[in-house]
């Protein structure tokens, strides 16, 4: 049984406890009350035992990247560029922010995906001259793919191969609307994608008065795999190979998982890159109906 004297002790150290993770949380970036551009202000970078550790730095990314995700762009970019020069303390600490910003910003099934967040990333590292020539290398190709085919630019043209054997280009299609869908024989996220387009009454609806156009490509033109799945693709969509292998052999497009979209005008400008068939079918909705 305990005692009054005993409670009174416990009563004690239970407030102490308490007291000191108020102060330990009040210290930490992850605080609701920072803003974007204030996030890292109080971060110690040179803690780098504590900084790999998946619960503290990780989740410090992710925390501050939910904030960045919901704030304005240019804030929160310029976020990142000032944060990344203080990361840079030690190889270590910037390869871990590093690793962390691409696994949550560049992974096309992220929730966080987001190449305008990412570009100020690259933009450092490949002038970062700690880091390996063969690393900067590695981020400059990337860099490179993702400054190309972006929104409000105009799509880069490529040749493809009919099922009827027509030679024909991306420039010559003629739809108010393009979605061109790439993607690999036998990959079930396609597979996917095509079982929920094909039965879309509103889709085979914008395709036969003229008003979209679905442009299936497939970038590694092995022949005979493009032949054997041409039975998958939907009669009322165009299925192309590109059989001189252009995009991949010269990056054309940045196709680093399977499906991947992107949505063009009829000057064949880029509207969405690399977003969900839910988003781009949620965009022609807007503008067809």
Not at 67 to 88: G, W
Not at 107 to 122: C, F, G
Not at 186 to 198: F, K, N, R, Y
Not at 235 to 258: C, E, T, V
């Amino acid at each position: 049984m305990r005692t009054p004297l005993m409670c009174c002790i416990s009563l004690i150290f239970l407030i102490t406890i308490s007291c000191k993770e108020s102060k330990e949380q009040s210290k930490s970036p992850q605080s609701t009350t920072l803003t974007v551009s204030e996030f890292w202000g109080q971060y110690d970078f040179s803690d780098t035992v504590n900084i790999v550790k998946p619960e503290v730095g990780e989740q410090a990314v992710a925390d501050f990247l939910a904030l960045a995700t919901q704030s304005d762009s240019k804030k929160s970019v310029e976020a990142i560029r000032n944060m990344l020069p203080r990361a840079a303390v030690s190889l270590t600490v910037l390869n871990f922010f590093v690793e962390n910003y691409g696994k949550y910003l560049y992974n096309p099934n992220s929730p966080m995906y987001n190449e305008t967040l990412y570009l100020p990333v690259l933009e450092f590292v490949v002038s970062e001259e700690s880091i390996p020539d063969y690393e900067r290398q590695r981020f400059q190709d990337r860099l490179t793919l993702i400054r190309k085919n972006n929104p409000g630019s105009k799509a880069t043209n490529f040749s493809f191969e009919t099922v009827s054997g027509e030679k024909t280009d991306l420039y010559k299609q003629k739809a108010k609307y393009i979605l061109v869908f790439f993607y690999e024989p036998g990959c079930g996220g396609c597979a996917s994608a095509i079982e929920s387009l094909q039965p879309i009454v509103q889709v085979q609806e914008w395709i036969k008065r003229g008003d979209l156009e679905i442009l299936a490509i497939y970038a590694n033109a092995e022949q005979s795999l493009w032949e054997d799945y041409q039975q998958y693709i939907p009669s009322l969509w165009i299925n192309g190979l590109n059989a001189d292998r252009s995009i991949l052999a010269h990056n054309l497009y940045d196709l680093k998982a399977s499906p991947t979209f992107y949505l063009l005008d009829d000057k064949k400008v880029v509207l969405l890159k690399d977003r969900n068939l839910a988003e781009n079918i949620g965009y022609l909705e807007r503008f067809l109906n």
